[in-house]
């Protein structure tokens, strides 16, 4: 148990949702440490939530409780999951946001919440599972109560994955895609960084961008390539936006080519 709980929504910071989240979990437990990874999510972007969880859970110590809140389906039959994995634990609904995390650090028990014991009402809002359910359910996990206490065991194969298109190699490089695009406009792809050779560069809507170590490799206003902080071959302008100049959206084809 680390007393450690994070959080990570698509609720804003306009409204009082999350400051309403942060009252029900210290109702439950006014000593824990809660950090915000980010509630700036775009709406119902699941995969925006998938990437920026996957990106940050590693740095956090073992048995932190991640609770994550975008859901589309909130009030409808998708279930409210608890999940333990190799790093600690993840709360939220089981809609594929959580499948980033666990493709690196696999689950090792699931269960569905469906005691109403360790949520804030047996009797919850339709609409707002982040506060009835989730931030409850996130409280008490890293209070020490069990994972089995929480709800019915589920079988791990049946936990909702997205889809993500898969990496095609071909004569001299590899094909990916752009998995999310950050707050400065960084085009990050489904493209490992180890598999950067010596001399490598990407090709991106239609024009070949040269591999690079820093961002400030490359005169102003030119694309750039480099692997970035979280292990993904990403595409900036140095002093720019690339997602504005280069005219690019989530799921278009990047290639990696190596030492030409």
Not at 13 to 21: E, I, K
Not at 43 to 62: E, G, H, K, T, V
Not at 237 to 248: D, P, S, V
């Amino acid at each position: 148990m680390s007393n450690l709980l994070t959080l990570l929504s698509d609720f804003g910071l306009r409204d009082a949702y999350v400051g309403v989240m942060k009252g029900t979990i210290a109702q439950i437990n006014p000593n824990l440490t809660v950090i915000d990874l980010t509630h700036q999510i775009p709406p119902q972007d699941i995969a925006a939530a998938r990437f920026n969880l996957m990106a940050a859970y590693s740095y956090f110590p073992a048995g932190t409780v991640h609770v994550a809140i975008v859901d589309p389906g909130v009030g409808g039959k998708r279930r409210a999951v608890a999940i333990q994995f190799v790093g600690g634990f993840l709360v939220g609904p089981d809609n594929g946001l959580f499948s980033g995390v666990l493709s690196q650090a696999p689950a090792m028990a699931a269960v569905e919440l469906t005691n109403p014991r360790y949520w804030l009402t047996p009797r919850p809002s339709q609409t707002f599972h982040g506060r009835d359910i989730f931030a409850t359910v996130g409280a008490h996990l890293a209070s020490g109560v069990s994972l089995a206490e929480l709800g019915t065991p589920i079988s791990l194969e049946t936990l909702v994955s997205l889809d993500e298109a898969q990496l095609v190699s071909i004569n001299g490089g590899i094909i990916g895609s752009i998995q999310y695009i950050d707050h400065f406009g960084n085009l990050i792809t489904t493209l490992p960084g180890t598999r950067v050779g010596e001399n490598w560069a990407v090709i991106v809507a239609g024009q070949r961008v040269p591999g690079c170590q820093a961002y400030g490799d490359r005169p102003l206003r030119e694309p750039i390539a480099l692997v970035g902080s979280h292990g993904w071959i990403e595409i900036s302008i140095y002093c720019g936006n690339a997602q504005t100049q280069l005219q690019q959206k989530l799921g278009e084809c990047v290639t990696l080519i190596c030492n030409f």
